[in-house]
């Protein structure tokens, strides 16, 4: 059995965020506790799971290996023994994960930590005012989170930073790659670095220099490329900063600075071309095209994880 057969995490949510941060846990060897609205909706999220965390599994599991999903209804759920850690995946709606928090403040045992997956709200403001916030985090995933090594745990105001570092470590024991962010800042830390990026190239499209085609090109293929082996602090200790601080002297000046989100992008989102879903964005899309885009999408983020997972 995996060494991990005795961690048992407990997941509120049935989505798609919530399967797949139950089917990394699954992949590990560990217990996985489901809770949905009802447990009709539990249910319905068991398949999808130990798909995922089957597709983890790349060979035949180890004789004795068994995927351990129990699933059940939040409301009535008594049963927390041995639980080492909660996640919260629930919509994105303050009142609702307030509501959520303060019912597992109440019945899930004093000091097992508990997180929220939103990307949006702070976690400080998510435990206000609750008993046991000091045991709460934002415990933030990126899509698709069975894949994705990243986790950022995020202290909020009253965070206890020795436990927040403990979790960090389960993460690690489990071979994801989290960060501790120190500050319940907006963003978190990837994503504050993400939208950088994404302002200066959403005010490039908008200004009419470069395409949106070539912005991916751009990216791909020059600092992303390297992105795959090196995080951008390490690569200009190999090139130098010296030449790092003379080019952000002729650069950032110029670079865009703008707090509204470029027209490009907010004419498209008033239009209602979200992208895929809508089947149109900056791209048109099929079915058939998006099947494909999603397909090739897995697969080479699949190819990136084992390069990155040759860090140890």
């Not at 961690?7 to 941060?21: D, E, N, S």
């Not at 403040?105 to 929220?116: C, K, L, M, N, Q």
């Not at 609750?130 to 985090?137: D, N, V």
């Not at 751009?218 to 200790?237: C, D, M, T």
Request: glycine share 10%; charged share 20%; aromatic share 6%.
């Amino acid at each position: 059995m995996s060494e991990h057969s005795s961690l048992r995490a407990a997941i509120v949510g049935t989505g798609i965020m919530a399967q797949g941060i139950a089917a990394g846990f699954l992949a590990q060897g560990a217990r996985v506790l489901m809770l949905g609205r009802t447990v009709a909706r539990s249910e319905a999220g068991r398949e999808p799971t130990l798909q995922l965390a089957r597709a983890l599994l790349l060979q035949q599991p180890p004789a004795g290996w068994s995927l351990r999903l129990q699933c059940g209804a939040l409301d009535s759920w008594n049963d927390w023994d041995g639980v080492s850690l909660v996640i919260e995946t629930v919509a994105e709606n303050m009142a609702l994960k307030q509501a959520v928090f303060a019912d597992l403040d109440a019945r899930v045992p004093a000091g097992v930590p508990i997180g929220s997956n939103s990307s949006g709200f702070p976690i400080s403001q998510i435990a206000a005012g609750l008993a046991g916030a000091s045991r709460m985090f934002n415990i933030h995933y990126f899509m698709p989170a069975h894949v994705v090594p990243l986790v950022e745990v995020v202290l909020g105001e009253a965070s206890d930073p020795a436990l927040g570092q403990r979790v960090c470590e389960l993460y690690i024991a489990l071979g994801k790659k989290p960060v501790l962010v120190r500050r319940d800042i907006p963003g978190f830390l990837a994503n504050r670095i993400q939208h950088a990026l994404m302002r200066e190239a959403m005010s490039l499209i908008d200004a009419g220099v470069a395409t949106p085609e070539d912005v991916d090109l751009a990216v791909r293929y020059s600092f992303g490329f390297r992105y795959a082996a090196v995080g951008p602090i390490l690569q200009k200790e190999i090139s130098g900063w010296d030449s790092v601080c003379s080019a952000a002297r002729a650069i950032y000046p110029s670079l865009s600075n703008v707090t509204e989100v470029p027209a490009c992008l907010s004419d498209r989102v008033a239009r209602g071309d979200t992208g895929m879903k809508s089947g149109q964005g900056f791209m048109a899309w099929t079915p058939v095209t998006i099947a494909t885009a999603k397909a090739s999408y897995e697969r080479k983020l699949q190819a990136a994880f084992d390069i990155l997972m040759g860090d140890g």
